[in-house]
């Protein structure tokens, strides 16, 4: 595939924030947006351009990091709510228990890719169906293939 090196580069870093966004461990902390939360320290190793907090139930945050300024980072720590204490999950169950979940998707029209990622997948949908793939979606949807060990990718049957 003829992807400029540039692109390659971007894709790259964006696989690397990925893989370190999986390996984010929620933990009890109540304000979930604290500098010492496990949002809040992953985004102090990053260099942040844009962020916007929104603080429900589930705490998200909206990123634009510096150097993947072309897409839009929405992290959120969901707290899961206290199980019945006769229900099996009690066993596991603690106090301000979370899970992380991310979605990234493009700015600027750049591509027509939305990510969703979790801990164990990321699942990767096209926005519009009805616009074919481009030569750098490709690229993205077959390297992930490669380099993560659970892709999900039911909106390209037959794309690819």
Known sequence: MDIPEESKNRIDIFFQYIKEIQLVETDGCVDKLSSNSAIGKFLRKKNVKEKTIKNSRTAEVQIIFNELDNLLFIICDDTIPEPDQRDQAWIDWYP???H?????????????????????FVEIRKNDKSIPLTEEERYIVKKMKTEFTRVKTMDFMGLL
């Open 100 to 120: 992380l979940t991310t979605y990234i998707e493009a700015r600027k029209n750049t591509n027509d890719l939305i990510f969703f990622v979790s801990r164990d």
């Open 96 to 98: 301000n228990k979370s």
